[in-house]
């Protein structure tokens, strides 16, 4: 599975947020371009009010990106109510239908909540609340005013705008919701499969696709092999270098081992310093070779570290298949013991747990 996304990071970013910077440069633009019509209709003081909530967005943008997220949204939230109630129920009158816009409000304020903190829960119950009782007010009552006296036709413009701009405020709020969501989703999904740090895949996928395949291996009698190995000694390697450098090591060697593999092989991370690569139709003697391949690359693989070449090696079981195998986890178990024999027998080493029955005429030890 390929995401590009994922070299974004984007697990480690907050959809919430995101979704919140876009409400704040929404409602930014949207008091820009009325401020501007209102001052081109001559209608100085609807401008200067709507000119001044300006200044209360740039507050909250500042708020946003530091320990005060609550507080910059609860004065973003507020400023967006009292700009409607103000050139609805003052200014104009409710007939402007400036008082669609609260109707985005609400959904916003759910979107950038995290209804699990029960904080914020009560948080955007609340807001919900005050907005819409303000919707209420503004469409209903006419606080004072109006302050001043717009033909019918501008009403209807006023009108119809603000439609426009609630619903385009909620088509982007809602598009940004779902792409975030699916980008999560997507992120998720490559996790549920692969391994972060390595970029291959992990064991859950592995045994799952092993499960999968072996009814259908045992009952045709066709070869499906396993192998495990994992690095000697890694735990000096930490020890002397730091985990961060394990960590490098882990991904050379996955970078390493994956070029000698068909791209169809599956491999995986199998623990944390072990790893296991499942092969599909391959006797016991191919995949032997092929442990042996990958055992002598490891030990001529060197990595670079503040001038140091750092070396490792690793051993390595195999098994295969075999009649005495009553699912995938049997072969896993016998891969297992073969690498368990290997560092018994020194190390940098590749063992096999050979079954007569299915392969009678060979046999190996190292």
Not at 122 to 150: D, E, K, M, R
Not at 215 to 227: D, F, M, V
């Amino acid at each position: 599975m390929k995401i590009p996304f994922h070299d974004s990071r984007i697990l480690e970013l907050d959809a919430r947020d995101k979704l919140y910077s876009a409400y704040l440069h929404v409602s930014m633009l949207v008091i820009l371009i009325f401020s501007a019509l209102f001052f081109v209709f001559g209608y100085h003081v609807a401008a200067l009010i709507q000119f001044i909530d300006f200044f209360p967005f740039i507050i909250a943008a500042r708020l946003s990106v530091g320990s005060q997220k609550l507080f910059s949204r609860l004065i973003s939230i507020i400023a967006s109510i009292f700009i409607v109630l103000v050139q609805t129920s003052y200014i104009f009158t409710p007939r402007s239908g400036f008082h669609y816009m609260l109707i985005p409000l609400i959904v916003v304020v759910y979107l950038i909540s995290d209804l699990s903190d029960i904080s914020q829960r009560h948080f955007a119950i609340f807001l919900s609340s005050v907005i819409t009782i303000s919707f209420f007010i503004s469409t209903n009552i006419q606080i004072s005013g109006p302050v001043i006296t717009i033909l019918e036709s501008r009403q209807n413009l006023f009108y119809n705008l603000s439609l426009l701009s609630a619903f385009t405020a909620l088509g982007i709020m809602l598009y940004l919701y779902a792409l975030q969501l699916s980008y999560k989703e997507k992120a998720l999904s490559y996790l549920a499969e692969y391994d972060a740090l390595t970029r291959i895949h992990n064991r859950g996928y592995f045994t799952s696709r092993g499960k999968s395949l072996f009814p259908t291996y045992k009952e045709k009698q066709l070869p499906l092999s396993a192998i495990i190995f994992d690095i000697d000694n890694f735990k000096v390697i930490n020890d002397t270098y730091g985990h961060h450098v394990g960590d490098l090591v882990l991904q050379e060697l996955s970078t390493t081992v994956k070029s000698l593999l068909r791209a169809e092989t599956l491999f995986s991370r199998y623990g944390g310093e072990e790893f296991a690569i499942l092969l599909e139709n391959t006797t016991l003697e191919i995949s032997y070779k092929l442990a042996e391949r990958l055992r002598k690359e490891v030990e001529e693989l060197c990595i670079l570290h503040d001038h140091a070449c750092i070396k490792f090696t690793v051993s390595l079981g195999v098994s295969t298949i075999s009649k005495s195998h009553h699912d995938f986890e049997d072969i896993m178990k016998d891969a297992d013991r073969a690498l368990y024999i290997s560092k018994f027998k020194g190390k940098n080493k590749t063992w096999v747990i050979n079954d007569s029955d299915i392969i009678p005429d060979f046999s190996l030890s190292n």
